[in-house]
């Protein structure tokens, strides 16, 4: 099914919404400028992740291999004293779950990996990346937001990726096509007392590492 035109309830026209991750590929298709996995957290798993200690939570920036991520990210966990159990051990199977996908998906064999701990408006104007491609997912706190802007100026209807829900997004240097006029940007939490976990992964080029 082609998600990519198709205008979907909470959704901008461009973006593809799929049920299921192998429906993602539809990113790949002219005209979509983004696609989203609609997915829930498992509820045990987001109500441990929303009482994590804000010092526990793991940070990083690291590039990759593919294959390396699940036993990365553990490492990551352990200098982190992220509590162990069966929720850590979900949350480090999705992120390398995420990490296969993307990379297959963008025949990628590196890896930009990012755990972001945010509690400030990191990013908060709208923007594309100048990067090939991206996926972002939001673990904890208010997910990614989007929108439509032909002119540049900042979209009149926005768009929030639900908290769990991967979005992958084009960056200015997807080869040869229009740019499309969808801009995201981090949700503006300053002043909330909100803690944002956010995943960042970036397929690795020659092109993006002299960036």
């Given at each position: 099914m082609n998600f990519a035109r198709k205008?979907?309830?909470?959704?901008?026209?461009?973006?593809?919404?799929?049920d299921d991750p192998t429906a993602?590929?539809?990113?790949?298709?002219?005209?979509?400028?983004?696609?989203?996995?609609?997915?829930q957290t498992p509820p045990e798993v987001q109500s441990w992740l929303d009482g994590v200690d804000v010092e526990t939570l793991p940070r990083a920036r690291v590039i990759l291999p593919a294959h390396a991520v699940g036993e990365t990210v553990q490492r990551l966990f352990d200098m982190a004293n992220l509590p162990a159990g069966a929720e850590r051990d979900w949350l480090q199977a999705d992120i390398a779950g995420l990490a296969d996908m993307f990379s297959d998906l963008m025949t990628a064999s590196f890896l930009r990996l990012r755990l972001d701990v945010v509690t400030t408006n990191a990013c908060r104007r709208f923007h594309i990346d100048?990067?090939?491609?991206?996926?972002?997912c939001t673990y904890r706190g208010t997910g990614t937001q989007y929108g439509i802007s032909t002119d540049g100026t900042e979209p009149k209807r926005v768009f929030t990726v639900q908290t769990g829900s991967p979005i992958l997004l084009r960056g200015t240097l997807w080869p040869a096509e229009t740019p499309s006029g969808l801009l995201h940007r981090s949700p503006p939490i300053e002043g909330t007392g909100e803690t944002r976990l956010v995943l960042v992964l970036d397929p690795v080029t020659d092109q993006e590492d002299e960036i």
């Open positions: 205008k979907i309830k909470d959704a901008a026209i461009g973006v593809g919404i799929a993602l590929s539809t990113f790949l298709k002219p005209g979509c400028a983004a696609a989203i996995w609609r997915r100048a990067i090939t491609a991206r996926l972002v």
